[in-house]
């Protein structure tokens, strides 16, 4: 799984929904794998098959079954996604089924850190832009976009461009793709300094 | 003399590796590293190909919760046939444990429980701490004064191997509740309105502390509750600054610390509590006497009324949030204008993190007590912990239930995330005290109303949604 992103154009898929939560992403059903593995056919299971089933019969108006948005790897969507629980499998179901981006609005807190620790780019833009994306999408379902990391700039579809804010330390691994553990490894002596000068409040071990 | 400053700047300022600058986040010492079997195995796994050790076994505590049966009639064995996968991550996680020295309340440990249950319960989570845990729920342990937080599994990894984590410095909110809370109206009722006030969005990026009287007046288990819903308004953690309350809690609890230590350690808490002075990025203010019971009617938290009022009209919600409102009440099967109260249910839920602690089960059973749960309702009481089940077993509670009707379970998450094999059947209502009323989220198809203990238990006896005030009156 590339962790890297640097620049990609593309065609969006649009789910104007708001406060999607990763429960929708990713059901509990699906987080009892002990890998990464398997995870893209229960993404959005519920809106996506009959019963929410993936061996059922897929639910033709969603978004992910229709033709036109059937090679779309970016995702457009409402306010506040992937609110509600922490499970990294959200993006992991995401990046699982091939989508590189997500846009909307707003994203929740841990599910942009999340995503930025797996490849998958969330780009922030603010209700103009984001109602002309799904205006766009909807007159031509294949419109693109192109978003640039390094220039931390998305295209838009009547021309011009806009920026988006993204974390720069996320945007410096991403492109350069590297992990943030590797970062952190390094910082062993300044966390030995930590300990040595703070000591454990507790010894989880001692009970 | 330093600036004032808040509860959540001294705690970050303490567990400062390295500050950040230029971009570049901060890196945090964590003092409590809380597992479980769900979001853990892909970090191990993590670890290992990169041939790393867990760094501090120590301050990392293990169990096992969210896919465990609930059902006292399900031992290992036959879980193994019911649910080889559930099966398969928990013996992942002993596995885990065992070659790295952490310790594991497994099945059968009368210390195992919900982690967010857990962790105060034996004092291992204590004012100014930071802990973390690879669930989103992990706000609860602000209620001791300690910022806790939720993280992803690439982070718990980054935890296990190195005790940090690379974070940017989020801003503060005060949610100040005044007041005195009406009868029938707790510690649930209060989180409910905080989010319909705010939205589910409404605390991103930001830390809660809550405060005000309405706050200073509520228990532990009261202020558990609260934190435990931060993350429900959108916020990673909330706090609540330790006081005698906070402190006569932890006292004598298996992990707080004792003698000497624990003298020490009062005097460094008592410092903790926000200064005189010190500015909030920013406030918000409820007013507790004018609360009431809260329930929810859609699927988000956000999305809550008081018990007597009514499902909001359209021309209440803004114009580009009701495509999604309707959505919303198409999922539940309501209509905007509708009463929730005398809706009929199909299903009880007490349990949660949310919602399990001892005082949760002793308020729900002082309003079972006596009577009978009504005709063909399931309720479920699942209590959080080991502990809280033998508590409740010793003081009478347990036989409260049972005599009423209600089903005694096993500690666990249980139908709050419905991996367990506890869930609801399609179409189905519940009225729950846990914290999602997602599409689902108690099982396929199923319908959620959020509500205090309280509230489902008056509801239990009618199989209706049901003002508590209406049956202790």
Redesign the interface.
């Given at each position: 799984m590339s962790k890297s992103f640097t620049r990609y154009t593309g065609t969006m898929a649009p789910l104007?929904?708001?406060?999607i939560?990763t429960?929708?992403i990713i059901?509990?059903?699906y987080?009892?794998?002990?890998?990464?593995s398997g995870l893209a056919s229960g993404l959005f299971s519920?809106w996506r098959y009959r019963?929410?089933d993936p061996e059922g019969d897929p639910i033709s108006d969603f978004v992910l079954n229709r033709a036109e948005h059937g090679e779309a790897r970016i995702l457009l969507a409402?306010?506040?996604f992937g609110?509600?629980?922490?499970?990294?499998h959200a993006p992991w179901a995401l990046v699982g089924y091939g989508f590189r981006a997500v846009i909307s609005t707003?994203?929740?807190?841990?599910f942009r850190?999340?995503a930025l620790?797996?490849g998958l780019l969330v780009v922030p833009v603010g209700e103009d832009v984001s109602a002309a994306l799904f205006d766009a999408v909807a007159a031509d379902p294949a419109t693109e976009v192109t978003i640039d990391l390094e220039a931390r700039t998305l295209s838009l579809p009547g021309g011009g461009e806009t920026n988006f804010e993204v974390?720069?330390?996320a945007r410096r691994c991403l492109l350069d793709g590297t992990?943030?553990?590797g970062?952190?490894?390094n910082?062993?002596p300044?966390?030995q300094a930590?300990?040595a000068a703070?000591a454990?409040?507790?010894?989880?071990?001692?009970? | 003399m330093s600036r004032p400053r808040t509860l959540f700047e001294k705690i970050w300022r303490r567990h400062l590796v390295t500050a950040g600058k230029e971009g570049l986040p901060a890196t945090i010492y964590v003092d409590l590293h809380l597992v479980h079997e769900v979001t853990s195995p892909q970090a191990f796994t993590g670890l290992d190909e990169r041939g790393l050790p867990v760094r501090r076994p120590d301050l990392t505590l293990a169990t096992m919760d969210h896919s465990t049966p609930t059902d006292p009639s399900i031992d290992d064995a036959r879980l193994r046939v019911l649910d080889p996968e559930g099966s398969a991550q928990l013996d992942r996680l002993q596995a885990n444990c065992e070659r790295h020295g952490i310790p594991l309340y497994a099945m059968g440990d009368e210390r195992r429980g919900i982690v967010h249950v857990i962790g105060p319960e034996l004092g291992a989570t204590q004012p100014g701490m930071t802990v973390v845990c690879g669930d989103s729920h992990t706000s609860t342990h602000g209620a001791v004064g300690a910022l806790a937080f939720g993280i992803g599994t690439s982070e718990v990894g980054h935890v296990l191997a190195t005790q940090c984590l690379l974070q940017h410095r989020p801003k503060t909110y005060e949610v100040r509740v005044d007041g005195r809370l009406p009868e029938g109206v707790v510690a649930k009722d209060i989180i409910l309105a905080v989010i319909a006030r705010l939205g589910i969005g409404g605390g991103t990026g930001h830390v809660f502390e809550y405060t005000g009287e309405a706050i200073r007046a509520l228990d532990m288990e009261g202020r558990m509750t609260v934190c435990n819903m931060s993350i429900e308004g959108g916020a990673r953690a909330g706090l609540i600054a330790p006081d005698e309350v906070t402190f006569s809690y932890l006292e004598g609890r298996p992990m707080a610390p004792a003698g000497d230590a624990w003298e020490a350690a009062l005097d460094d808490w008592r410092s903790l509590p926000t200064d005189e002075g010190a500015v909030y990025d920013r406030t918000t203010t409820l007013d507790g006497s004018a609360l009431e019971p809260m329930v929810t009617y859609g699927t988000n938290p956000g999305m809550a009324i008081p018990i007597a009022g009514a499902v909001p009209e359209d021309d209440a919600i803004e114009p580009e949030k009701r495509a999604s409102f309707r959505k919303a009440l198409d999922y539940m099967a309501l209509e905007p204008g509708q009463q929730l109260q005398g809706k009929p249910i199909d299903v009880v839920f007490v349990g949660s993190c949310t919602n399990s602690r001892y005082s949760d089960l002793e308020a729900a059973a002082n309003v079972l007590r006596g009577r009978k749960v009504a005709d063909g309702l399931r309720v479920l009481i699942v209590p959080g912990s080991d502990a809280v089940k033998r508590q409740a077993e010793r003081d009478g509670l347990a036989q409260v239930f049972v005599d009423a009707g209600a089903e005694w379970r096993e500690a666990g998450c249980s139908m709050c995330l419905a991996m367990n094999g506890d869930q609801l059947a399609p179409g189905q209502y519940a009225v729950s005290t846990s914290n999602r009323n997602f599409e689902g989220r108690q099982g396929a198809g199923g319908r959620t109303f959020l509500a205090s203990p309280l509230t489902a238990a008056a509801s239990a006896i009618t199989g209706r949604v049901t003002d508590v005030r209406e049956v202790l009156s």
């Open positions: 104007p929904i708001q406060n939560d429960d929708q059901p509990a059903s987080l009892k794998v002990t890998d990464r519920r019963d929410g409402g306010d506040n609110c509600g629980s922490s499970r990294e707003s994203f929740a807190d841990i850190s999340n620790k797996n974390d720069p330390f992990d943030q553990l970062y952190l490894l910082q062993a300044a966390i930590f300990e703070n454990a409040r507790l010894d989880t071990r001692s009970d | -």
